[in-house]
């Protein structure tokens, strides 16, 4: 459990799975995501995550965590790291309910995250990739630190890769 001044990461648990499927039902949250962008399917969707998170937590000891806005104590979406069989670091992963962008909570979870990967993983980068015109995840990524490492396609979307050295 990592806490920040604002948010808490956490372990997702079973009684997430609700709220976290009502992310998952904004199309505007999933409008940027390369995998599962059918709404219709949030629950299904948010249940095969949780589960392969779970499964992944035990093979590599990280994970994306749920993240808890302290304030309110509400499921705001989820962040940390993941392993990627495509890149050679853990990859930055996050995705937030419509009510909690702007705020810099991607930020801040963004920043804990590569802080947890420093200290506990003790890796020396991070890599995140995000859609090519997601303009608001790549200012999340710039003002995380990240830096620009070039575009690639994959599956037929248009990608860029961003690192941050740690």
């Not at 095969?48 to 304030?71: C, D, H, N």
């Not at 853990?90 to 801040?108: H, I, K, R, T």
């Not at 990967?117 to 991070?126: M, S």
């Amino acid at each position: 459990m990592i806490e920040t001044a604002r948010l808490l990461l956490r372990p997702f648990a079973p009684d997430d799975l609700a709220a976290y499927a009502a992310i998952w039902a904004q199309p505007e949250v999933v409008r940027y995501l390369p995998n599962e962008r059918d709404t219709t399917k949030a629950q299904d969707t948010a249940a095969s995550f949780l589960e392969a998170w779970s499964e992944e937590a035990w093979q590599k000891g990280y994970w994306p965590w749920a993240v808890i806005e302290r304030s309110s104590q509400r499921l705001i979406g989820h962040a940390g790291l993941r392993h990627s069989k495509s890149l050679d670091s853990p990859e930055l992963v996050y995705m937030f309910d419509v009510s909690a962008w702007g705020q810099g909570y991607a930020c801040e979870a963004a920043l804990a995250a590569c802080d947890f990967g420093r200290d506990t993983l003790r890796v020396d980068r991070i890599t995140a990739v995000a859609l090519a015109e997601n303009a608001g995840s790549i200012g999340v990524l710039r003002k995380a630190g990240f830096l620009f490492q070039g575009e690639t396609t994959a599956d037929g979307l248009h990608l860029v890769r961003y690192d941050r050295r740690l």
